[in-house]
């Protein structure tokens, strides 16, 4: 079963314009992972926050957590047509074990 | 560092096969962990391996299976496919820590028939 929920569904932005989606779960974490997908391929890692972390930058990309309120963006900055894609975020469970629990996605369009 | 690896790409298979599908990961990764993703279920989590012992599973019929080897490659098995098996099939690498990030592969598509 799928722990988290994005926000919104989908999303349709011109190139310039920022981006940004939200995510909610369910448990306590160890970290919450971001990933971007490109038409049914594989995941591409975005980046990885941890639960102790409140907010992190990569490049174009911000990403926040507040686990208190068990939530997480990511902000996409300055959009481009190469950045549509569906963004999933995927939380690791404080087990010490390997597993992500994903939420059920964004789909961004980027047009030009 | 080579990317994690899948073979095959695509897969089309009929109602009662079984099928097998290899990944190899990221040189120095141990930790092999597989997905499903289907538009109706979104990514569901199935197994992980690490150091040849499956550490976690998830919520599947014991019809899926898999296995590490020692150079930690990993394959995992579905016998008795039924159509609600096709899906893309995604295997992560990373080092095992439970903070460690996961590196997907391209993934295996397959279809039942």
């Known amino acids: 079963s799928q722990q988290g929920e994005e926000d919104p569904q989908a999303l349709s932005i011109q190139e310039g314009e920022n981006a940004t989606m939200n995510c909610s779960y369910k448990t306590s974490i160890n970290n919450l992972q971001w990933y971007r997908q490109n038409s049914g391929r594989g995941l591409v890692h975005l980046i990885l926050i941890r639960s102790n972390e409140r907010e992190k930058h990569s490049g174009r990309l911000r990403v926040t957590l507040d686990t208190s309120k068990k939530s997480s963006s990511l902000l996409i900055t300055a959009s481009r047509a190469a950045d549509t894609a569906s963004y999933f975020c995927a939380t690791d469970e404080d087990t010490g074990f390997q597993k992500l629990v994903f939420g059920t996605g964004t789909r961004l369009l980027v047009s030009p | 560092k080579a990317g994690v690896t899948q073979t095959p790409r695509y897969l089309i298979k009929t109602r009662g096969q079984q099928v097998t599908l290899s990944c190899s990961p990221i040189?120095?990764?141990?930790?092999v962990s597989w997905y499903q993703q289907t538009p109706g279920q979104g990514l569901q989590f199935l197994f992980e391996?690490?150091?040849?012992?499956?550490?976690n599973k998830g919520n599947f019929p014991g019809r899926f299976s898999g296995r590490q080897f020692s150079n930690s490659r990993s394959e995992m098995n579905v016998s008795t496919l039924e159509l609600g098996d096709s899906a893309l099939y995604l295997c992560?690498?990373?080092?095992?820590?439970?903070?460690?990030?996961?590196?997907f592969g391209p993934g295996t598509r397959l279809t039942v028939l």
């Open positions: 040189s120095g990764h141990r930790s």
């Open positions: 992560a690498s990373s080092q095992g820590r439970s903070y460690n990030e996961q590196f």
């Open positions: 391996y690490f150091s040849e012992t499956q550490r």
